[in-house]
């Protein structure tokens, strides 16, 4: 089986962390780098917490600090939620540091996908800053994304809401940086993020979350 090589850009957050351990022993997926950013709470603390899940699942791959706060608006947290450290509650090891690699979040991104032979798929379950980043620096990485996959927006009652109104967490936080990539995605699939709240989709429901994919599958 051929894997699929993924990067991940993550704000854990214990629900986030749900996400990434699933990712990273799913037989399909190649787990090439991890990007921790702020959102949930504090970079510091995002950055932490992703080094010290790696260090409870015994897994390897490189990780490396994302951006401290957003484009242009005020940063905000989730610390009401997920505690103040993102995963209080949780007993984890210390931080594997062996796992973190130098250099800008971006550039990165870029060596990764650059060097390798398969187009690579993007996954931003946190808030879309360092994506944003990437694709304003290296456009010409483009043909050599396979997907992006989205965790952001939220209904409003009957109405899906777009990432240039009130969504919640990964674009709410950051809808400029959404706005900065998004007309320009080749192929990408956008999660709602209440799809993760609730035990089933009507059908109504979800023929809305297609409508507001847009040109998205």
């Not at 629900?15 to 090439?32: G, P």
């Not at 993102?86 to 984890?92: A, E, L, P």
Request: proline share 6%; charged share 20%; with cysteine.
């Amino acid at each position: 089986m051929n894997k699929k090589p993924l990067i991940i850009s993550t704000d854990p957050g214990i629900d986030d962390a749900v996400c990434l351990t699933i990712a990273l022993f799913a037989k399909e997926l190649d787990v090439k780098l991890i990007v921790p950013t702020w959102g949930n709470v504090s970079l510091e603390k995002t950055l932490n917490n992703t080094l010290r899940l790696q260090a409870f699942l015994g897994t390897k791959v490189p990780v490396v600090a994302g951006a401290k706060l957003p484009l242009v608006k005020e940063a905000i947290d989730a610390s009401e939620v997920h505690g103040a450290s993102g995963m209080d509650g949780f007993d984890f090891p210390e931080a594997d540091q062996s796992l973190l690699v130098e250099g800008l979040a971006a550039t990165k991104i870029h060596e990764v996908v650059s060097q390798s032979p398969e187009k690579v798929t993007l996954m931003q379950i946190g808030p879309a800053t360092d994506f944003a980043l990437y694709f304003r620096q290296y456009p010409e990485d483009l043909d050599k994304i396979d997907r992006l996959y989205i965790m952001g927006g939220a209904w409003a009652g009957a109405t899906t809401v777009l990432t240039t109104n009130i969504t919640f967490p990964g674009t709410r936080k950051q809808p400029r940086s959404s706005l900065t990539w998004a007309p320009r995605a080749w192929t990408s699939t956008w999660l709602l993020w209440k799809s993760a709240t609730r035990p089933s989709l009507t059908r109504p429901a979800l023929k809305k979350s297609r409508l507001w994919a847009g040109s998205g599958k």
